[in-house]
């Protein structure tokens, strides 16, 4: 079974940096894109930011030059480095990937994958 877990959230004050990881473990035939999204009471969810397998990456304009995505594809993790926060940067954060998996159901199959969810908070 596939699934991505996450870490790293908690409490900052505004100015602060945290580090969000993500790993996806099952049985994985390939990853492309592993990203992070986040979601403030009473909003959207919203991309914040992803990067392919080959390293391009893109971010949401309100994190470019705080954030930082990087990964490791021989494990499938991802990271979230952030920097500067702000209180406006608080919300949970998800990681998602669309994976191409193997079932012994139904062989090869592709799916979006989203993590539990890790809360950050940013202080005033």
């Known amino acids: 079974q596939v699934q991505l877990v996450e870490s790293g959230g908690g409490l900052v004050q505004a100015g602060g940096s945290l580090r969000l990881s993500c790993t996806a473990s099952?049985?994985?035939?390939?990853?492309?894109?592993m990203g992070w999204y986040r979601q403030a009471p009473g909003k959207q969810r919203e991309l914040v930011a992803r990067?392919?397998?080959?390293?391009?990456?893109n971010y949401a304009d309100s994190v470019k030059g705080r954030f930082t995505i990087s990964k490791e594809n021989v494990n499938y993790t991802v990271y979230l480095q952030m920097n500067s926060l702000k209180p406006e940067d608080t919300a949970v954060y998800y990681c998602?990937?669309?994976?191409?998996?193997?079932?012994?159901?139904?062989?090869?199959?592709?799916?979006?994958?989203w993590g539990q969810g890790t809360q950050v908070t940013v202080s005033s």
């Open positions: 990067i392919t397998s080959s390293g391009n990456t």
């Open positions: 998602h990937a669309p994976i191409q998996a193997l079932s012994p159901r139904i062989g090869s199959y592709s799916a979006d994958y």
């Open positions: 099952g049985s994985i035939v390939s990853i492309n894109t």
